[in-house]
């Protein structure tokens, strides 16, 4: 699997990350999305793409350490994946995805 990190955006963006090149992800494999933010009072992270996405709080995230789980849309950007939304937490946040040759892909923003 592969992981395409890509900006959020919105009114009071602290941070949001983006890459050219995507990270290869497999089931035990994690992908830090956040860093630690002492500023951050909230963040909302979205499964653009097609496989469930396993989201941690901490370091870490596996198909079997995570947090939540962002079911996958049926095709890439359809708007259908899914999307989780935390008030106060500061700390760092890592996703993976269980094992596929799909390429998988994740948006993120944080708020102050």
Do not use: W
């Amino acid at each position: 699997m592969k992981v395409q990190i890509a900006s959020g955006g919105g009114k009071a963006l602290v941070t949001a990350g983006t890459t050219d090149n995507p990270s290869s992800l497999g089931d035990t494999d994690a992908v830090q999305l956040m860093a630690a933010n002492d500023y951050r009072s909230s963040l909302t992270v979205t499964n653009f793409g097609t496989v469930k996405l396993y989201v941690k709080l901490g370091s870490s995230a596996s198909s079997t350490s995570y947090h939540y789980i962002l079911p996958g849309g049926g095709a890439n950007y359809d708007g259908n994946g899914g999307t989780v939304s935390i008030d106060g937490y500061t700390g760092i946040v890592t996703v993976s995805a269980a094992y596929t040759d799909t390429v998988g892909k994740v948006g993120h923003c944080e708020f102050g």
